[in-house]
């Protein structure tokens, strides 16, 4: 992602603030495809997004409500309640 958005002009410190706001709200199948929020409190503002993204497992997403997953490939934590997008 970092070579996409340097091409679009952004610095290091651009790119940063970007990426942190996954910190708030969520992805919803009807708007974008994607399902879940990227961390437990979708409405603060803090790190948490970071801390996850480094310390927690992500594995690609198989199933939604009992259901295979169809919607685009992204990842969710060892209990199915957060997610990554594949860019993230």
């Known amino acids: ?3 996409n958005i340097k091409g679009m002009g952004f610095n290091d410190n651009e790119i940063v603030a970007l990426l942190g ?3 708030l709200g969520r992805c919803h ?7 879940g929020p990227w961390t437990f ?10 801390r ?3 310390e927690e497992r992500w594995s690609p ?3 939604h ?12 934590d060892s209990t199915g309640k957060l997610m ?3 860019s993230d």
């Open 1 to 3: 992602i970092i070579p």
């Open 21 to 23: 706001a996954h910190a």
């Open 29 to 35: 199948t009807d708007r974008s495809g994607y399902w």
């Open 41 to 50: 409190a979708e409405n603060t503002f803090s790190n948490e997004y970071f």
């Open 52 to 54: 996850l993204l480094i």
């Open 61 to 63: 997403k198989m199933s």
């Open 65 to 76: 409500n009992g259901k295979p997953w169809d919607g685009p490939d992204q990842f969710e």
């Open 84 to 86: 990554m997008l594949p």
